[in-house]
């Protein structure tokens, strides 16, 4: 009879030590049951490093009384205003979560508003808190991606002095893990000279999607299974097979 | 047969003075002119695949799992660049979001637009399929053998008076060679698995994750087990 050796003694875990990492991992595949993929047409990518401090900043100051000193048009100002409304949700998003680090108590008075990148230290300590969160990150980056897109074409407008083009993300669909699939087009897309090519783009771009999402979730489980989970050992499998992590799968797109 | 990703598949890297935080991991960059358009589109229809350095993809793997030095990353960033324009990016977000752009000047040519497409989501699954730690083939148990020599190079050192008064004990020393180097194979072997999950928990939530050098050692670690 085969006997294996004896494990290696694991020092004993902490489990404050823990608690972060189950936290995060409980967000991530939270996050896993809806897929958002969104298709945006824009002048030029410039590659530039996303950079938090400073895209929450460009963010932050645009106010409305930022904006309107700029004299932008009705359009620009409402595009970039909608986009610093947008953080201000996400952020309110997490002081009303009351798991979160940031929960703001229900009878602590009305919700704050974003911190001021240039405020005393609580908001600068509030900024940070919000910098190493990761949702918060996630949106902050998309949205940093949408003011670069609008700075583009606020440059064209201003240039060309022609009507502010509608419309940067052309598409966008949502797929759940329940099988509800929701497509979104922006009315721009329809008398958009390329608007073939920008659809089946955005379909591509739901297949890749989808099988990346897919292969990022494995490699997390994975990463779960070789932290908790024991190697079986040869001479004492059982006629019954283990149960395994389920698989997150999304419905595709018709 | 595969082919090297290197230099069509790079990672934006920043060097960052001073210490605790070595290097910053940017995004991924793809770098592409025409003829290499063309070539990679062959080599993925005929079903070949890029080989990654062990330097690259221990990169790659810290890319996606931290975040300036926690864990987990809030988004990827792959960007595509043809012909010196960025024509492409894509970012997942580990919220779920992902964001395609395109550049317009790429819409009056849906074909090559196809084709950028179709090698960069190629290129994203080629370095999906490198993040799993595989099982080397010379991982770990390729120290039985060394240590097993060691050990009775030592004792024939040390008992070299009496191998020679004793002839006959030097039948011994291929036995015991092999004794050695075959149990300490095993005993290697089944403490792998253990010592890697031990490593990994170190690496995401332990003591290596205090500190970003401690963090590499147990990932480069990880990498060779």
Request: with cysteine.
């Given at each position: 009879m085969n006997r294996s050796a004896p494990e290696a003694k694991s020092p004993q875990l902490q489990p404050a030590a823990m608690d972060p990492f189950i936290q995060a991992l409980n967000q991530v595949f939270l996050d896993a049951s809806t897929l958002e993929v969104s298709t945006m047409v824009v002048?030029?990518?410039?590659?530039q490093r996303f950079i938090p401090q400073e895209v929450y900043q460009d963010l932050y100051y645009l106010r409305e009384d930022t904006l309107s000193q700029q004299h932008y048009s009705p359009d620009l100002q409402a595009a970039y205003g909608n986009l610093r409304s947008q953080l201000a949700r996400q952020y309110h998003t997490l002081l009303r979560e009351p798991t979160h680090p940031l929960y703001h108590g229900e009878n602590s008075g009305p919700l704050p508003p974003l911190p001021n990148p240039t405020g005393d230290a609580q908001d600068q300590r509030q900024i940070q808190n919000l910098l190493g969160d990761r949702q918060f990150l996630c949106c902050l980056r998309k949205l940093g991606e949408l003011k670069i897109a609008l700075d583009q074409r606020k440059r064209q407008h201003q240039q060309a002095k022609q009507p502010l083009p509608e419309g940067i993300i052309y598409a966008k669909t949502i797929l759940q893990l329940d099988g509800t699939i929701a497509n979104t087009y922006t009315e721009a897309l329809m008398s958009h000279p390329h608007c073939t090519t920008i659809l089946q783009a955005h379909q591509h771009n739901i297949q890749t999607s989808e099988q990346q999402w897919q292969g990022l979730l494995r490699f997390f489980i994975s990463l779960i299974q070789g932290t908790f989970k024991r190697q079986p050992k040869p001479s004492s499998q059982t006629s019954k097979a283990r149960p395994s992590l389920p698989r997150a799968s999304l419905v595709k797109p018709q | 047969m595969t082919v090297s990703a290197h230099p069509y598949i790079q990672l934006d890297q920043e060097q960052l003075t001073p210490p605790p935080q070595s290097t910053l991991c940017h995004g991924v960059l793809f770098v592409l002119d025409h003829d290499d358009l063309l070539q990679l589109l062959a080599l993925k229809n005929k079903g070949q695949t890029l080989t990654f350095t062990d330097e690259f993809n221990l990169a790659w793997r810290k890319y996606v799992l931290f975040r300036e030095g926690d864990w987990p990353q809030a988004s990827l960033s792959f960007l595509l660049r043809y012909e010196g324009i960025n024509v492409l990016k894509t970012q997942i977000g580990l919220d779920g979001g992902v964001l395609h752009q395109v550049v317009a000047d790429l819409l009056p040519s849906p074909s090559l637009y196809q084709q950028l497409a179709e090698i960069q989501g190629w290129f994203i699954g080629q370095l999906l399929t490198q993040l799993p730690w595989r099982q080397r083939k010379y991982g770990f148990s390729c120290l039985a053998w060394p240590l097993a020599i060691a050990f009775v190079l030592i004792s024939v050192i040390l008992g070299w008076s009496t191998l020679m008064m004793q002839p006959l004990l030097w039948i011994l020393v291929p036995i015991v060679l092999g004794l050695l180097g075959w149990g300490l194979q095993t005993l290697l072997r089944q403490w792998r698995y253990p010592l890697k999950r031990w490593l990994l928990s170190q690496v995401l939530y332990g003591r290596f994750a205090q500190c970003d050098r401690l963090r590499n050692w147990g990932l480069r670690w990880l990498h060779y087990l």
């Amino acid at each position: 009879m085969n006997r294996s050796a004896p494990e290696a003694k694991s020092p004993q875990l902490q489990p404050a030590a823990m608690d972060p990492f189950i936290q995060a991992l409980n967000q991530v595949f939270l996050d896993a049951s809806t897929l958002e993929v969104s298709t945006m047409v824009v002048d030029a990518i410039d590659g530039q490093r996303f950079i938090p401090q400073e895209v929450y900043q460009d963010l932050y100051y645009l106010r409305e009384d930022t904006l309107s000193q700029q004299h932008y048009s009705p359009d620009l100002q409402a595009a970039y205003g909608n986009l610093r409304s947008q953080l201000a949700r996400q952020y309110h998003t997490l002081l009303r979560e009351p798991t979160h680090p940031l929960y703001h108590g229900e009878n602590s008075g009305p919700l704050p508003p974003l911190p001021n990148p240039t405020g005393d230290a609580q908001d600068q300590r509030q900024i940070q808190n919000l910098l190493g969160d990761r949702q918060f990150l996630c949106c902050l980056r998309k949205l940093g991606e949408l003011k670069i897109a609008l700075d583009q074409r606020k440059r064209q407008h201003q240039q060309a002095k022609q009507p502010l083009p509608e419309g940067i993300i052309y598409a966008k669909t949502i797929l759940q893990l329940d099988g509800t699939i929701a497509n979104t087009y922006t009315e721009a897309l329809m008398s958009h000279p390329h608007c073939t090519t920008i659809l089946q783009a955005h379909q591509h771009n739901i297949q890749t999607s989808e099988q990346q999402w897919q292969g990022l979730l494995r490699f997390f489980i994975s990463l779960i299974q070789g932290t908790f989970k024991r190697q079986p050992k040869p001479s004492s499998q059982t006629s019954k097979a283990r149960p395994s992590l389920p698989r997150a799968s999304l419905v595709k797109p018709q | 047969m595969t082919v090297s990703a290197h230099p069509y598949i790079q990672l934006d890297q920043e060097q960052l003075t001073p210490p605790p935080q070595s290097t910053l991991c940017h995004g991924v960059l793809f770098v592409l002119d025409h003829d290499d358009l063309l070539q990679l589109l062959a080599l993925k229809n005929k079903g070949q695949t890029l080989t990654f350095t062990d330097e690259f993809n221990l990169a790659w793997r810290k890319y996606v799992l931290f975040r300036e030095g926690d864990w987990p990353q809030a988004s990827l960033s792959f960007l595509l660049r043809y012909e010196g324009i960025n024509v492409l990016k894509t970012q997942i977000g580990l919220d779920g979001g992902v964001l395609h752009q395109v550049v317009a000047d790429l819409l009056p040519s849906p074909s090559l637009y196809q084709q950028l497409a179709e090698i960069q989501g190629w290129f994203i699954g080629q370095l999906l399929t490198q993040l799993p730690w595989r099982q080397r083939k010379y991982g770990f148990s390729c120290l039985a053998w060394p240590l097993a020599i060691a050990f009775v190079l030592i004792s024939v050192i040390l008992g070299w008076s009496t191998l020679m008064m004793q002839p006959l004990l030097w039948i011994l020393v291929p036995i015991v060679l092999g004794l050695l180097g075959w149990g300490l194979q095993t005993l290697l072997r089944q403490w792998r698995y253990p010592l890697k999950r031990w490593l990994l928990s170190q690496v995401l939530y332990g003591r290596f994750a205090q500190c970003d050098r401690l963090r590499n050692w147990g990932l480069r670690w990880l990498h060779y087990l």
